[in-house]
């Protein structure tokens, strides 16, 4: 039970619930956090102001502290720094099942005309205490997607080892990989600011940039977690902000080609049209590819890379635009088109037309964004602004246009945060007085508007929190390339992205990981195609279609269609273990789990993967199958199963229950193995024999389906395939050519030795 307790004997006011407790100094005002065995996490934890006149922090020996309001679950107190009558603070703290929830309001007292405004507020700050003063490791999440090469775009695991601050976005955690204790940081939600999480190895800070417009200012809600599974409680977490924040279901994503990642900016009509037709013999009527995507390259620019903000297309690109999308709608394609709808490069006529369409700066004059200064932003508060970024999508609209990658939206609230001459600290001013996020939602909430419900919008370099609620898909990370690793970015790196941010699909939205590009190693492919499909987040390819070779068609079509589903991140990437996550799949012929198992390292490893780390019954005996190596594993018991795996490698498996009797275990057909290749799957103990019946779509295809075949069971006769390997526990049926809509294996109970 929660419980709010007051210890008067003592100098402590404590705050329990259900995870841990948070004591307040009646002495100093500092905090302790502690978990729920009572040992301390955090130590002198306080809160602290920086102001236009000074820095203003609870600890300081100036401070009055006096407690407001005492309830069950919270408690507001109020701080006075008779150095600096010109503000007074307080500090909301609120008890709830699992977390502790941080407030910081400022009001401004004075009544003198000295001018006195609040740029900053630090919830909490803190120090690792007790079996946290060791080595930790945080998980920080970007600023934005798209940004290649640089800090804003870069999630991950991040160890903190020495002084130095690392940052992260949002939310954040802080534990020790290898035993998933911690913290968990996250604000409530992004409707007015930003926040971030700093930590080292020595201590916690969390921070709010603002812009005190009013006489009164408070942070959004900062929630602490102390927690014995950082992974359970990251996904709780992004609950709790998805429903703040109204996550949006309706539209489904489309499964796509995108010119980008293979032509960059070399584009035009004759390329689009020869990867649709293309596109149509890869799908063979298997999860069909649903949508062109044409991105930079398309539209008339000032100069290389910097886009006219009327957005109409160039004479080399495409002489009827409306023409080049109705041929793809023949060709039953949806069309998306790249727009970067907030920027106004130098040399745009709009800027010379309409400066009062753009941002200002302190002095009323258009604000460069960004410190080199090469553009401006339409300011989406402006009625005239507005208007024009409202006749740009109608225009596109009427083209037949079908969904939207909406790129460099981090401009409107800030290029790079870090930016001395544009970083979130420096004021921006906006036509009708709203702040940076406010007025980045305002032009989110346009287009939304403009474009209606059902249209489908992919943000691209866009600041994460702020975005939830208008878009329907998000590029976490930075622009892929087809390599491992090429200096800046590549698979590797744009995995452990995909990885981080697990937690957020299909909670903020579906997250776009970058373009599904063909590598010339079968290795490497597989590793991003079957963390795209695990993850369950957009599958858009990029490539030559005609070009690809059998093999990379394989990998290609065994991840569509997609599940759509969202996925459970099982174990952290060590020097010792891979990434593993995986989902539960709930068919009409069975239920049964895969998990992906993901080695980046440039070492072979065996991980001991156990029914504990994926939750599964660990007293049931699990059959364990690889997909792409069409491989028994082994059974998976009580003690665990190792598995091996080869240095940038990955391996999908199929985890099943196993059974006395024979039953299909998994497919060479799709990655899950059984979900949508699958209609069905009947055992008649009376025959002995199982039938299995396939869906529409995957009647015609060529394949393999494997069999889990008990000892006692030998077999008699298959209809529509024949034996092509066996071993003690297992069986593989190939599909013969002529093809049946069901396949059926008749036993007898005997011996297997054939």
């Not at 002495?27 to 820095?55: C, N, Q, Y």
């Not at 720094?81 to 929830?101: A, I, Q, R, T």
């Not at 001013?429 to 508007?449: C, K, P, Q, T, W």
């Not at 034996?723 to 069901?742: A, D, L, P, Q, V």
Request: net charge negative; glycine share 8%; hydrophobic share 35%.
């Amino acid at each position: 039970h929660h419980f709010f307790c007051i210890d008067l004997l003592q100098e402590n006011i404590t705050l329990t619930n259900l995870t841990g407790s948070f004591s307040i100094s009646k002495k100093d005002g500092s905090f302790t956090i502690a978990g729920i065995d009572g040992k301390p996490l955090i130590k002198r934890g306080h809160f602290k102001v920086m102001t236009s006149a000074g820095e203003f922090t609870s600890l300081c020996g100036n401070v009055k502290c006096e407690i407001l309001q005492k309830a069950e679950r919270e408690i507001l107190i109020s701080y006075k720094d008779y150095n600096s009558p010109y503000m007074d603070f307080n500090l909301h703290v609120s008890c709830l099942e699992d977390c502790f929830s941080f407030t910081l309001g400022a009001r401004r007292v004075n009544s003198s005309n000295r001018e006195e405004y609040v740029y900053k507020l630090f919830p909490f700050i803190g120090d690792w205490d007790g079996k946290f003063s060791g080595s930790l490791s945080l998980l920080r999440f970007a600023y934005c997607g798209a940004h290649t090469g640089s800090n804003l775009s870069t999630s991950g695991l991040v160890p903190l080892n020495d002084e130095s601050y690392k940052d992260s976005w949002w939310s954040a955690a802080v534990f020790r990989p290898s035993y998933l204790e911690g913290v968990v940081f996250g604000y409530k939600d992004f409707f007015r600011y930003t926040g971030r999480i700093l930590a080292n190895s020595m201590n916690v800070v969390c921070e709010v940039p603002v812009d005190m417009h009013d006489n009164f200012i408070d942070s959004s809600s900062l929630f602490i977690f102390p927690t014995l599974n950082v992974n359970k409680t990251l996904q709780k977490y992004s609950e709790m902000v998805s429903n703040t924040m109204r996550y949006r279901t309706s539209t489904p994503e489309p499964i796509g080609w995108g010119t980008w990642a293979w032509y960059q900016d070399q584009i035009n009509e004759k390329i689009v049209l020869e990867n649709a037709e293309s596109l149509k013999a890869l799908s063979n009527g298997v999860g069909n590819y649903e949508a062109i995507e044409i991105d930079h390259g398309w539209e008339e620019r000032i100069t290389l890379h910097r886009p006219l903000s009327s957005w109409v297309p160039r004479g080399q690109f495409c002489g009827n635009m409306p023409r080049l999308i109705e041929e793809l709608h023949n060709l039953k394609f949806k069309v998306g088109i790249w727009v970067c709808p907030f920027v106004a490069n130098i040399g745009d006529p709009v800027i010379e037309e309409h400066p009062e369409f753009l941002v200002k700066d302190a002095d009323g004059r258009p604000f460069q964004i960004g410190g080199n200064g090469k553009g401006f932003c339409l300011d989406p508060t402006h009625p005239g602004a507005r208007e024009y970024i409202g006749g740009i999508f109608r225009r596109l609209l009427e083209w037949g246009i079908d969904y939207f990658k909406l790129d460099f939206l981090r401009c409107l609230l800030s290029p790079d945060p870090y930016d001395p001459k544009d970083g979130l600290h420096v004021k921006r001013f906006y036509y009708d007085g709203s702040n940076r996020v406010e007025a980045y939602r305002m032009g989110l909430d346009l287009i939304r508007n403009t474009v209606g419900e059902e249209v489908f919008l992919l943000g691209s370099g866009a600041p994460f929190g702020p975005s939830i609620g208008f878009l329907d898909g998000m590029r976490i990370g930075q622009d892929i390339s087809s390599d491992w690793d090429d200096g800046t970015t590549g698979i590797r790196d744009c995995a452990r992205n995909m990885i981080a941010m697990s937690t957020w699909n299909r909670k903020y939205w579906i997250n776009d990981s970058d373009y599904l590009v063909p590598s010339s190693n079968i290795e490497v492919m597989r590793y991003w195609a079957s963390l795209i499909a695990v993850s369950g987040g957009l599958i858009t390819l990029s490539c030559d279609v005609s070009e690809l070779q059998p093999w990379q068609k394989r990998v290609v079509s065994s991840i569509i269609p997609p599940l759509r589903q969202t996925s459970k991140l099982y174990e952290w990437n060590t020097e010792k273990t891979p990434f593993v996550l995986g989902f539960q799949v709930v068919s009409k012929h069975d239920t049964w789990y895969i998990v992906g198992c993901f080695n980046p390292m440039d070492c072979d490893i065996n991980y001991l993967l156990t029914s504990q780390k994926i939750g599964i019954n660990p007293y049931t005996e699990w059959t364990i199958w690889g997909f792409w190596r069409e491989t028994f594993v082994g059974l998976l018991e009580k003690d665990g199963l190792t598995v091996s795996l080869k240095q940038r490698s990955s391996e999908i498996f199929s985890i099943r229950q196993y059974h006395a009797h024979p039953t299909l275990i998994s497919t060479n057909m799709h990655f899950s193995q059984g979900a949508v290749e699958i209609l069905d799957v009947i055992w008649d103990d009376k025959k002995n024999s199982l039938c299995v019946k396939f869906s529409n779509q995957y009647v015609k295809m060529e394949g393999s389906i494997f069999f889990q075949v008990p000892g006692k069971y030998k077999m008699r006769s298959v209809i529509g395939g024949h034996i092509n390997r066996k071993g003690s526990h297992w069986m593989e049926i190939k599909r013969e050519k002529r093809f049946h809509r069901e396949m059926i294996l008749n036993f007898t109970i005997g011996t297997n030795d054939e």
